[in-house]
């Protein structure tokens, strides 16, 4: 009997041992993580005569996700720290743990989660979910997700859950909970007989819920307010068409001033594409389309939706100082984009060729009306206003012409010459009441050296002028790399026609950062300029600021 037992005990070690191995094999772990610190320091002419945050002088955000991966099984979780935030992000986010924790398994026909998620039905009008971790902003979605592919050409998803809120626990009858469904159609992969048609199309629908409890001491508020949206994609040769028309019921909320009218919101684009010229195009309209999982939360939280922007995005250092902020209170505009290949062997485009790309947008508030149950426009606990769908009202919210020509001169010399004209209603944008119009004019001198294969020398020179806000600035950039492990750049921006000559500054940086494989490291010292970061048409504010930051990311 003892011998059976030793026997059977040992065949079960050997098959604990050979499926531990196995399991070991088998397994992958997978992450990234970030920390990005800051120092601050007194700056007199910046106006910084004390510590910035909190009391203390110093902020510091980082996260680590981390993804364990075992054939259909996937889990994972992120950790974040924010000690306290960094200057410009939400104080509601300082505090540490783990608020995104998830866990999926899936096939090739179906894919089942469990925990934090995110998700985005068509263009993200009735739901997005996402992270960006530059604006601190997080609305993922904690609760069930289901993904089907019955058949081939054909994707439904289901959500279930409720939305991160910083760091608070959800608790019954405080914010709400989000629901939806979404199917699309590709009917290419669905249809045998248009497998191979020169028509491309594709059909989806969204249908979104959010239940909250009417705990609102002055009006009565909808408990369930529903979104739905429909679109396609049509693609024929160098052609291609897409739109996206999102419906919304009443919904009452501090952003919409406790109004009562339906949203609404359309996105239609179109492009043409050919050797050597790019055309597109892009309308849009937005009509009381804040939509939030609590109707009582203003500010970058909570949104369950999202409303792509449709100007221009820039990255140089002048031409971002005015940065647009999507309106979900109301806002219709276009862009028009072409990009063009200046062919070798001509004026323009001598030995290299060249590339031309000019970008139009322009978004104007949307008409508004007196309602016939208002006595004005916007009046809390009404309708609010009516609006004419395609009528451009008068207020131009943002106007920005860009064009911008690339060309390499030689082997070594490569340049990027850029004109901007804007117009900027800081008024509505940055909520700076009565303040004009700003009206800019900004020119971009962006020149790359390469002296090998391995090091290059980029320098920036830009200029703005304008007789609004802060009036004329200039920039300089200088950068220096060694491919493919170190940088070192120095860059100042002058407010040299600042009015006031006490606004006369300098914000000077200087930087330098070392990879190595995944990981990287960067030190920066300088002043940084109050404005505005946005990425999407999502924005944050930032304050001015003096001192040292430093980053160290990376991924395995």
């Not at 410009?88 to 934090?116: H, I, K, M």
């Not at 009008?125 to 971790?133: A, G, K, S």
């Not at 019954?172 to 028509?199: C, H, P, Q, T």
């Not at 300029?529 to 395995?556: D, K």
């Amino acid at each position: 009997m003892k011998k059976t037992l030793l026997t059977i005990t040992a065949i079960l070690a050997i098959g604990i041992s050979l499926n531990a191995q196995e399991f070991l094999e088998k397994s992958e772990v997978h992450g990234s993580f970030e920390t990005d610190g800051m120092f601050y320091q007194a700056d007199n002419a910046l106006g910084i005569t004390d510590t910035l945050i909190n009391g203390k002088n110093f902020g510091f955000n980082a996260f680590a996700d981390i993804i364990y991966t075992l054939g259909d099984f996937t889990a994972g979780f992120r950790y974040e720290a924010y000690a306290p935030p960094i200057a410009g992000f939400d104080p509601r986010l300082e505090g540490q743990g783990f608020p995104y924790l998830w866990a999926t398994y899936a096939t090739e026909n179906y894919s089942f989660t469990v925990g934090n998620f995110y998700e985005q039905f068509g263009n993200g009008m009735v739901l997005r979910t996402y992270q960006e971790w530059t604006l601190g902003y997080d609305n993922s979605i904690n609760g069930v997700r289901v993904i089907a592919k019955p058949v081939k050409g054909m994707i439904l998803k289901g959500v279930y859950g409720t939305q991160r809120f910083f760091w608070n626990k959800w608790e019954k009858n405080a914010r709400g909970i989000v629901k939806g469904v979404d199917a699309e159609l590709n009917f290419n992969d669905l249809f045998s007989s248009m497998a191979g048609s020169k028509l491309k199309l594709t059909l989806g629908g969204s249908a979104v819920s959010k239940y909250q409890v009417d705990d609102n001491p002055f009006y009565k508020m909808p408990q369930n307010v529903a979104a739905f949206a429909g679109r396609f994609n049509v693609g024929l040769g160098k052609f291609n068409f897409t739109s996206e028309y999102a419906y919304k019921i009443n919904d009452p909320s501090a952003v919409n001033n406790y109004i009562y009218k339906d949203g609404q919101g359309l996105v239609f684009t179109g492009s043409y594409s050919t050797a050597g010229l790019g055309l597109f195009a892009m309308f849009k309209r937005y009509d009381n389309m804040s939509y939030k999982s609590d109707q009582s939360v203003n500010g970058n939280a909570l949104h369950i939706n999202y409303l792509p922007a449709l100007t221009e995005d820039h990255i140089y250092m002048l031409a971002s100082m005015y940065p647009y902020a999507t309106q979900p209170n109301g806002e219709i505009g276009f862009q028009i984009q072409v990009n063009y290949k200046i062919p070798k062997d001509t004026w323009i485009g001598g030995k290299y060729g060249a590339g031309l790309s000019v970008n139009f947008s322009q978004i104007n508030d949307i008409d508004r009306q007196k309602a016939h149950d208002t006595a004005g426009i916007n009046q809390s606990g009404t309708l609010g206003y009516k609006s004419d769908f395609f009528k451009f009202g008068k207020d131009v919210f943002n106007r920005d012409l860009t064009v911008a020509i690339n060309k390499k001169f030689s082997k070594k010399v490569k340049g990027i010459f850029t004109l901007i004209n804007q117009e900027y209603n800081q008024a509505v944008v940055l909520g700076h009441t009565g303040e004009p119009n700003v009206k800019a004019n900004i020119a971009i001198l962006d020149m790359t050296y390469k002296f090998t294969s391995n090091k290059a020398l980029r320098g920036e020179f830009q200029g703005l002028w304008t007789k609004e806000d802060k009036q004329d600035w200039a920039a300089i950039l200088l950068e220096y790399t060694i491919s493919p492990h170190w940088f070192f750049s120095v860059a100042d921006q002058y407010n040299y026609g600042n009015e006031i000559k006490a606004n006369r500054l300098h914000y000077y940086t200087g930087s330098f950062g070392y990879t190595y494989q995944t990981t990287r490291i960067a030190v920066t010292y300088g002043r940084q300029r109050e404005g505005v970061v946005c990425v999407g048409g999502v924005c944050r504010q930032v304050p001015a600021s003096n001192g040292f930051s430093i980053t160290l990311s990376s991924n395995f």
